[in-house]
């Protein structure tokens, strides 16, 4: 067999029988969580498809590994080689402190502009959560990864930078409404439409890909107008100009209404729903997260900026069993660059104990196999993953909030595992 290449060409993912994918196995508990999925991904492929595929994984470095034998938290080969490969998957990295590197996920993010941050959320039986139906939510959340105030425009009080600012916006803009000037730190929020509507894109490809019913836009636009309220107008001109055989939207229900009533709006509405089209609708973010508690069911792909995005997914993770189980995909659907990742830290307390759960790097696993269309592989870890939990025999985070249930290894669950994916 001849392992080969990830390549993307006219806007389609070329994926080889045998594909090469890089790793970085990430810091704290990274490796030994990695040690573990690899087992269970190459188990998984091959139950799935015998000798019809295989992956070769090849490791990059990043983090404290690259820094011990490079001097560099980021080294350049690294990045040269998943732009080179386009699919990759990571550990969780530390932060380094000082150095002029804010984020290694958020350098990784910017350099190959993977500007969708995909965060499923669904519930696995026998998850402790605390929530009365846990499985009532199934969402799959969009968040915008490249602006927002997480471009990093921001400037401390009584620096220079945001005196000047302010001074500017005083002069220049009439600005009147800062309330204390002389102490104020200063941010700035970029919201392009661009940014939003190849956001806003993926998420309606994706709802119509995978068959989902609704897709909602989340935004703060009562309050930030022309940046959040932007976000929500680009984002149904995206549906109703680019997807209106697959899409009813909320502003063509409020046009029929205007035009001809609320009966006629209704009647549309119902049509769409009987004739399998996608609800785009939109929802203010305070709302939104009293809704992902109080009606998850209403809510199936989200689609929303960089921020409310962060709040939302961590909130969303929470109901199903928290950021141990969550997964993560950061991707650019034009250049076909994709890094999967768990959600969590290095958890630096726990590493080297073989203690913590693997879920959030098996179930990123998962996604890049959907990703690369394996879906029968991904199927498979979910099952063997679901198996595993219902069995009660867990890792310490769900032991402890589980009466009866039994504490185990990560070596000893992830076994499970691969003895459930053997059968
Ligand atoms: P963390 O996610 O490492 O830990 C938060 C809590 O969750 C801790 O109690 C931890 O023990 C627990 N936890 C995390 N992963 C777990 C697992 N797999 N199983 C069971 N429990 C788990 O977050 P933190 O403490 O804020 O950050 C630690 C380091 O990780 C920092 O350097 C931070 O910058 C980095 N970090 C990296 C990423 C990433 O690479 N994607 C994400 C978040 C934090």
């Given at each position: 067999m001849t392992?080969?290449?990830?390549?993307?060409s006219e806007g389609k993912l070329n994926v080889p029988d045998f594909p090469i994918i890089p790793f970085i196995s990430g810091d704290g508990i990274g490796p030994?969580?990695?040690?573990?999925?690899?087992?269970?991904?190459?188990?998984?492929?091959?139950?799935?498809?015998?000798?019809?595929?295989?992956?070769?994984?090849?490791?990059?470095?990043?983090?404290?590994?690259?820094?011990?034998?490079?001097?560099?938290?980021?080294p350049e080969e690294t990045l040269a080689t998943i732009r080179e490969y386009l699919v990759a998957i990571k550990g969780p990295l530390t932060t380094p402190i000082g150095g002029g590197i804010r984020s290694l996920n958020v350098a990784l993010r910017q350099q190959l502009d993977l500007y969708t941050c995909v965060r499923p959320v669904r519930y696995f039986e026998g998850t402790p959560s605390p929530m009365k139906h846990p499985e009532r939510t199934n969402m799959v959340v969009f968040r915008e990864n490249t602006e927002d105030i997480y471009a990093g425009i921001?400037?401390?009080?009584?620096?220079?930078?945001?005196?000047?600012?302010?001074?500017?916006?005083?002069?220049a803009f009439n600005v009147q409404t800062i309330r204390f000037p002389e102490t104020s730190s200063i941010g700035i929020k970029?919201?392009?439409?661009?940014?939003?509507?190849?956001?806003?894109r993926a998420a309606l490809n994706y709802a119509v890909e995978q068959k989902r019913q609704t897709v909602t836009l989340v935004h703060k636009g009562n309050i930030m107008k022309f940046t959040e309220g932007g976000f929500k107008k680009w984002g149904y001109e995206v549906a109703n100009e680019e997807f209106s055989e697959q899409t009813f939207t909320w502003t063509t229900y409020d046009q029929l209404k205007s035009e001809q009533g609320e009966a006629a709006a209704n009647q549309a509405l119902a049509t769409a729903k009987e004739n399998g089209k996608i609800i785009v609708k939109d929802c203010i973010a305070d709302i939104f997260l009293e809704e992902l508690i109080a009606r998850p069911e209403d809510h199936e792909i989200v689609a929303t900026m960089n921020l409310n995005g962060d709040y939302i997914s961590d909130a969303l993770a929470a109901t199903v069993g928290g950021v141990g189980i969550a997964p993560g995909a950061n991707i650019n659907y034009q250049t076909g660059h994709a890094i999967f990742e768990a959600t969590h830290g290095t958890a630096p307390k726990f590493a080297g104990q073989n203690k913590v759960n693997p879920c959030s790097v098996l179930l990123s696993g998962t996604l890049l196999f959907r990703?690369?269309?394996?879906?029968?592989?991904?199927?498979?870890?979910?099952q063997a993953i679901e198996q595993a939990i219902a069995s009660q025999r867990v890792t310490f985070d769900f032991a402890r909030l589980l009466p009866g249930a039994t504490e185990v290894s990560l070596s000893e669950f992830s076994q499970q595992i691969f003895d459930h994916l053997a059968k």
């Open positions: 392992f080969q290449k990830i390549s993307m030994e969580i990695w040690e573990q999925a690899q087992k269970i991904f190459d188990q998984a492929v091959k139950m799935a498809y015998g000798e019809k595929h295989a992956i070769q994984w090849k490791e990059v470095l990043a983090g404290e590994k690259a820094f011990q034998i490079t001097g560099e938290w980021l921001e400037f401390v009080a009584g620096s220079q930078e945001a005196s000047s600012l302010i001074t500017y916006l005083q002069k970029p919201i392009s439409s661009e940014g939003t509507k190849r956001l806003v990703y690369i269309g394996w879906n029968e592989v991904a199927d498979a870890i979910e």
